[in-house]
């Protein structure tokens, strides 16, 4: 960012925004997304979106352009959710939807907190949370799914992003000889988990193909493989693009774990670890990436956001949307995870001519 010339700021929670001004002191147009990943994960995911915003910056430089309004690239912390819940961290901070104070504090399955690790890295910033206040944001991803290519296209047009509800459950029950217990006499905390895991699938089923639903965590104890299990630590994933759907999902899911641990005289908690709505992106920016899709002659098709993103967070506050290109074999948080170089520059040349329409029109006009 600064051998592009830009101003950089890293704030509070460590997200990290640089300004490429404009002509007009106006509030800048954003792209961007994160860099950070899973454990298991690929070169693309999130990366993509950071890279190819310095691109546009890059090309605007060396063709001595500027828009109207400023340019900002942000570098959101902590999208994953992998290790400090919830997900998006960064970027619903910037937005007020989570209290600074509250993030820092959060800490991982080790008791270490967000504001040690920030701290430790030299990222916990001066900069205010929040700023600056962006006119806009797009952000530009591989699709993480196998539906553009399966359908033979080169864009997704996202419309919005489905509702995501993460629950962690705890399930106590009575650690005992696996060999001497009697089966009706057990309390087996690994059954109830397991059992969970089978429901889910089966709600799925059930609700039909919108609902998505999946046991990623489990943690037994004490892990032992002549032992029944005392305690089940596991989570579970819900995800629709329906708001209400959701909500019965949730119902059902804690109904049956209710009454899986009560028959197999086991106790259970819960908590969330991250909860949002489905989100719907700005119909004038979604139709803005079609007419400039259109206009490059790529194949594309309107879609939803099977993953949470930072633009969920960003619409919030602003009119947002988002990219998708490819992903082969529909494969990420994983290793393999890969995106053909024709696809990546496609994208990036789409961004760019999106960004320039949005930062370079009449202020408060039309796209």
């Known amino acids: 960012m600064r051998e592009l010339g830009m101003q950089v700021s890293i704030d ?17 147009v954003m792209v961007g997304s994160h860099i950070d990943t899973v454990r298991t994960g690929g070169l693309y995911d999130g990366n993509y979106g950071v890279l190819a915003g310095l691109e546009v910056v890059a090309t605007l430089r060396d063709a001595a352009l500027q828009t109207r309004r400023p340019l900002a690239v942000a570098v959101f912390t902590n999208e994953e959710g992998a290790r400090f819940q919830p997900d998006m961290m960064g970027s619903l901070v910037y937005v007020g939807g989570l ?7 959060t800490r991982d399955a080790d008791g270490v907190s967000v504001h040690s690790e920030l701290q430790r890295m ?13 006119d806009s944001f797009v952000e530009l991803h591989i699709e993480q799914g196998p539906v553009l290519e399966r359908l033979g296209l080169q864009i997704g047009v996202v419309e919005g992003v489905q509702g995501i509800s993460w629950t962690e459950f705890t399930v106590e029950g009575q650690s005992n000889h696996a060999g001497t217990t009697p089966m ?9 988990a397991a059992q969970v895991a089978v429901f889910v699938r089966e709600l799925t089923v059930r609700m039909g193909a919108n609902q998505l639903a999946t046991v990623g965590a489990v943690r037994l104890s004490p892990n032992l493989v002549n032992v029944i299990a005392q305690k089940a630590v596991f ?12 909500a019965q999902a949730e119902r059902d899911l804690h109904a049956y774990v209710a009454q899986a641990t009560q028959t197999e005289g086991t106790r259970v908690s819960s908590r969330t670890l991250a909860r949002f709505e489905p989100v719907a992106f700005d119909p004038m920016v979604v139709n803005l990436v079609e007419q400039q899709t259109q206009a490059m002659g790529c ?45 990546l520059h496609r994208g990036a040349q ?3 001519q999106v960004v320039l329409a949005l930062a370079n029109r009449p202020t408060d006009g039309p796209f």
Do not use: K, W
Request: overall charge negative.
């Open 99 to 105: 209290p600074l104070q509250e993030a820092l504090e």
């Open 12 to 28: 509070a929670i460590g997200n990290i925004v640089g300004i490429f001004p404009g002509t007009e002191d106006l509030p800048p």
């Open 235 to 246: 989570t579970v994933d819900l995800r629709n693009t329906d708001s209400a759907a959701l």
């Open 299 to 343: 194949s594309y098709h309107r879609m939803p956001s099977g993953a949470g993103h930072d633009a969920q967070m960003l619409a919030r506050v602003c009119r947002s949307a988002m990219i998708f290109v490819p992903s082969a074999g529909g494969l990420s948080h994983n290793v393999r995870e890969h995106t053909e170089p024709v696809d």
């Open 350 to 352: 789409l961004l760019l």
């Open 184 to 192: 009706a006499l057990r309390h087996d905390a690994a059954l109830v």
């Open 122 to 134: 030299g990222y916990q910033g001066t900069a205010a949370v929040g700023a600056p206040a962006v």
